[in-house]
């Protein structure tokens, strides 16, 4: 399985960016997916999650400004950022947690985009 994800880059502070990570391959469904994201000498934190169901879970941070989607025919999911702030400067990873073909379930996780917010 591999996990795309894209959208990351640079904007000023009460900007807007919107994430974009596509899972392809050995997969028969997606339980959900979710963003977490690791700044520069900082453990990794969770940042939202949601289900193929459509529930949906934001780090108490990001609420109200940021909203997470999954397009479920696309095996895709989306971050849709608004009111950036320096501290929300981090890489930010996808993650998939899904049933494969053989019916065994898996984490996966994507290669990050970088995200940096100018004050």
């Known amino acids: 399985v591999q996990l795309q994800a894209s959208g990351g880059g640079l904007v000023q502070a009460g900007g807007s960016l919107r994430l974009s990570c596509a899972a392809s391959?050995?997969?028969?469904?997606?339980?959900?997916m979710g963003w977490y994201r690791q700044a520069p000498g900082k453990e990794r934190e969770f940042v939202a999650t949601?289900?193929?169901?459509?529930?949906?879970d934001y780090a108490d941070s990001v609420k109200g400004r940021f909203t997470i989607s999954m397009d479920n025919a696309k095996n895709t999911v989306y971050l849709q950022m608004n009111s950036l702030k320096p501290e929300d400067t981090a890489v930010y990873y996808c993650?998939?947690?899904?049933?494969?073909?053989?019916?065994?379930?898996?984490?996966?996780w994507g290669q990050g985009t970088q995200v940096t917010v100018s004050s």
């Open positions: 949601i289900t193929s169901g459509g529930s949906t």
């Open positions: 391959g050995n997969i028969f469904t997606i339980n959900a």
């Open positions: 993650n998939t947690d899904l049933i494969n073909r053989s019916y065994y379930p898996y984490k996966y």
